[in-house]
């Protein structure tokens, strides 16, 4: 069965350092989307990709956060400068063109800032 | 805006009881209902979902939810729960392709 794959798994930093995370989706899916997801809450939207081009990016902490799907396929996000708040899980899901769009998540990638 | 709120954080139940999660949401429009489920160790995964039609959708592994657009809920059923139904549980909405979840609920049940 296919599946959404991220790395790494866990990211162990210090603040002001920088760090990026990297998933590929389910072959085919043309929507990718990133999470955070602080424990205790549900998955918050940062950002969607349709295709190469950023649908949704209104929660994205556009000072530090930067994301990019060049090719329509695999995506980076990256943070730079971490700090101690970004300390979370950042998920990533892919999904057939929505309206229809079930979400297919990967495992995520677990960031904790020191 | 739109929001997907859900009242339990944590219900503890023993097995073989019944099971009922609350799900609101507040959407302008017409909106996609969908509960995810995240086991212990597990990727979060799609457990039911509602686009239209048949207000009462069945999902896997026998859970329910019914879609009830006067009292804008989205509750999700299951008759008798087991120890193995132990997991997180997210109820999330959809409009015009934006996603909103809510903080989820942790199920515990005790064999």
Same mark, same amino acid.
């Given at each position: 069965?296919?599946?959404?794959?991220?790395?790494?798994?866990?990211?162990?930093?210090?603040?002001?350092?920088?760090?990026?995370?990297?998933?590929?989706?389910?072959?085919g899916?043309? %929507? &990718?989307?990133?999470?955070?997801?602080? !424990? *205790?809450?549900?998955?918050?939207? #940062?950002?969607?990709?349709?295709?190469?081009?950023v649908?949704?990016?209104?929660?994205?902490?556009?000072?530090?956060?930067?994301?990019?799907?060049?090719?329509?396929?695999?995506? %980076? &996000?990256?943070?730079?400068?971490?700090? !101690? *708040?970004?300390?979370?899980?950042? #998920?990533?899901?892919?999904?057939?063109?929505?309206?229809?769009?079930?979400?297919?998540?990967?495992?995520?990638?677990?960031?904790?800032?020191? | 805006?739109?929001?997907?709120?859900?009242?339990?954080?944590?219900?503890?139940?023993?097995?073989?009881?019944?099971?009922?999660l609350?799900?609101?949401?507040?959407?302008?429009?017409?909106?996609n209902?969908?509960?995810?489920?995240?086991?212990?160790?597990?990727?979060?995964?799609?457990?039911?979902?509602?686009?239209?039609?048949?207000?009462?959708?069945?999902?896997?592994?026998?859970?329910?939810?019914?879609?009830?657009?006067?009292?804008?809920?989205f509750?999700?059923?299951?008759?008798?729960?087991?120890?193995?139904?132990?997991?997180?549980?997210?109820?999330?909405?959809?409009?015009?392709?934006?996603?909103?979840?809510?903080?989820?609920?942790?199920?515990?049940?005790?064999?």
């Amino acid at each position: 069965e296919a599946e959404v794959a991220q790395s790494p798994r866990y990211k162990i930093t210090e603040k002001s350092q920088a760090v990026a995370f990297w998933c590929d989706p389910i072959s085919g899916h043309a %929507t &990718l989307y990133w999470y955070r997801q602080i !424990l *205790g809450q549900g998955p918050e939207l #940062l950002v969607q990709f349709q295709d190469e081009s950023v649908v949704d990016d209104s929660q994205l902490p556009k000072d530090r956060f930067s994301a990019e799907r060049l090719k329509g396929v695999d995506s %980076t &996000l990256k943070i730079q400068p971490a700090e !101690l *708040g970004d300390s979370a899980m950042y #998920l990533c899901a892919s999904s057939l063109v929505p309206p229809h769009n079930e979400q297919f998540f990967g495992p995520g990638t677990r960031l904790t800032v020191l | 805006a739109q929001s997907v709120s859900q009242h339990n954080h944590h219900v503890i139940l023993s097995e073989a009881a019944s099971l009922e999660l609350g799900c609101n949401y507040s959407y302008g429009g017409t909106v996609n209902l969908f509960w995810y489920v995240q086991y212990p160790g597990q990727h979060l995964q799609l457990l039911l979902k509602y686009f239209s039609g048949d207000p009462l959708v069945k999902g896997i592994k026998g859970f329910e939810a019914e879609f009830i657009k006067s009292k804008f809920s989205f509750n999700l059923r299951k008759p008798s729960v087991q120890w193995s139904d132990t997991a997180e549980y997210f109820c999330a909405g959809s409009n015009a392709g934006k996603s909103t979840f809510g903080d989820g609920t942790t199920l515990t049940v005790k064999p």
